[in-house]
């Protein structure tokens, strides 16, 4: 006759089950990877500025100053302004997680199973991740809106170009005034394809 473990009372009484200490398996999301956050977060790339948005040059066009010649012509040196000034605002995410003193007094050696606080900053961090691969692929619906300025704020597909497929800019600008404060009406370049 076969006996169980679970038919052995005081076994199951007496003894502790396997724990796992300080291990525990996370199914808190669906997505095996964040590109947003492993892209966006690396500590090379994370940068703090001072100013009150993000401002760069961006040539925007050629001088168009470039002419054919014969030999001894005199030559007739012009300047074109070709550079403009871009700019975004600040774009700010938090998270936070909190542990009472208290907790951390109960969730110690040797009763821990798990350590309280990790699990609590793991579950922000991935919090943190969700949302930010969310707004990373998205775009704000205004200029005041909150939310990153994400992919879909770069990357238009609201273009209605007629030479669609032969080559042409198909996107436009997200907002009226242009992303980044550059218009893809005044600078067809500025558009994606």
């Known amino acids: 006759m076969a006996i169980a473990v679970s038919d052995l009372q005081d076994l199951i009484t007496t003894t502790q089950k396997e724990l796992g200490e300080l291990r525990w398996t996370e199914i808190a999301t ?3 990877e964040h590109v947003a956050l492993s892209s966006l977060l690396q500590e090379s790339r994370v940068q703090f500025s001072a100013g009150t948005s993000v401002q760069w040059n961006i040539m925007v066009e050629n001088s168009g100053l470039a002419k054919d010649t014969s030999l001894f012509a005199t030559d007739e040196v012009n300047i074109g302004d070709v550079m ?11 998270v936070n997680y909190a542990i009472e003193r208290r907790e951390i007094a109960f969730n110690r050696d040797p009763r821990r199973i798990v350590d309280l606080v990790a699990v609590r ?4 961090m991935i919090s943190l991740a969700e949302h930010m691969e969310k707004r990373f692929w ?5 200029e005041t809106d909150l ?16 030479g669609v497929g032969s080559g042409a800019f198909a996107g436009g600008d997200v907002f009226s005034a242009g992303t980044a404060g550059l218009s893809s009406t005044t600078y067809p370049r500025w558009q994606n394809w």
């Open 30 to 32: 669906d997505l095996q």
């Open 84 to 94: 403009k000034t871009a700019e975004i605002g600040w774009k700010h995410q938090t």
């Open 121 to 124: 900053r793991a579950d922000a």
């Open 138 to 142: 998205g775009a704000p619906s205004s």
């Open 147 to 162: 939310k990153m300025n994400g992919v879909g704020y770069w990357v238009s597909t609201s273009g209605s170009d007629p």
